[in-house]
T-cell receptor
Framework: DTGVSQDPRHKITKRGQNVTFRCDPI?????LYWYRQTLGQGPEFLTY????????KSRLLSDRFSAERPKGSFSTLEIQRTEQGDSAMYLC?????????????FGPGTRLLVL | AQTVTQSQPEMSVQEAETVTLSCTYD???????LFWYKQPPSRQMILVIR??????QNATENRFSVNFQKAAKSFSLKISDSQLGDAAMYFC???????????FGKGTKLTVNP
């Protein structure tokens, strides 16, 4: 049973460039989440999908951020016109919908550095 | 909005000893879930233990146990017989039944001394 995978693991980009991250959830999981973690902080929720539908977005997800999960499997998170403040670890998690709050399983993250 | 507070930025423990990490939270909800996650250096976050608020019995997982005090909104993690591999950042997290997002505290860095 493979866990959640994320690609790339590290990304360095120049301010103003666009970047895209990919997340592959655990295969039978129908829920997928994106979080952002800055240094010295806990993860902060960005958005989540149930299958291909994006059901909740945080106010942290500005217009420059867009997430998709086109076939209800993998997901992409794109940041347009990156800013230095976007430097962070971007974490993906997945879960299997059931009654109550499911356990979320996290991937290794993509560390973004914007120069 | 729910908040999670971890008041201990860093803790240390001797190998084989017991340590308790603190977590308090603020919510007006009655149905929710609490989690402790472990994040080793440069490695992914893994679940240590979870507690459903409707359960009065404290959750245990091998050397890990919680002290859940619902009225006090407190959720501490006890690690018994600490091992070198327990060294990590520990995050307390809150999950509401009405929302799928988790709200995390800022974390406690645990050092285990040989």
């Amino acid at each position: 049973d493979t866990g959640v995978s994320q690609d790339p693991r590290h990304k360095i980009t120049k301010r103003g460039q666009n970047v895209t991250f990919r997340c592959d959830p655990i295969s039978e999981h129908n829920r997928l989440y994106w979080y952002r973690q800055t240094l010295g902080q806990g993860p902060e929720f960005l958005t989540y999908f149930q299958n291909e539908a994006q059901l909740e977005k945080s106010r942290l997800l500005s217009d420059r951020f867009s997430a998709e999960r086109p076939k209800g499997s993998f997901s992409t998170l794109e940041i347009q016109r990156t800013e230095q403040g976007d430097s962070a670890m971007y974490l993906c998690a997945s879960s299997l919908r059931s009654t109550g709050q499911e356990t979320q399983y996290f991937g290794p993250g993509t560390r973004l550095l914007v120069l | 909005a729910q908040t999670v507070t971890q008041s201990q930025p860093e803790m240390s423990v001797q190998e084989a000893e017991t340590v308790t990490l603190s977590c308090t939270y603020d919510t007006s909800e009655s149905d929710y879930y609490l989690f402790w996650y472990k994040q080793p250096p440069s490695r992914q976050m893994i679940l240590v233990i979870r507690q459903e608020a409707y359960k009065q019995q404290n959750a245990t997982e091998n050397r890990f146990s919680v002290n859940f005090q619902k009225a006090a909104k407190s959720f501490s993690l006890k690690i018994s017989d600490s091992q070198l591999g327990d060294a990590a950042m520990y995050f307390c997290a809150y999950g509401s039944s009405g929302s799928e997002k988790l709200v995390f505290g800022k974390g406690t860095k645990l050092t285990v001394n040989p």
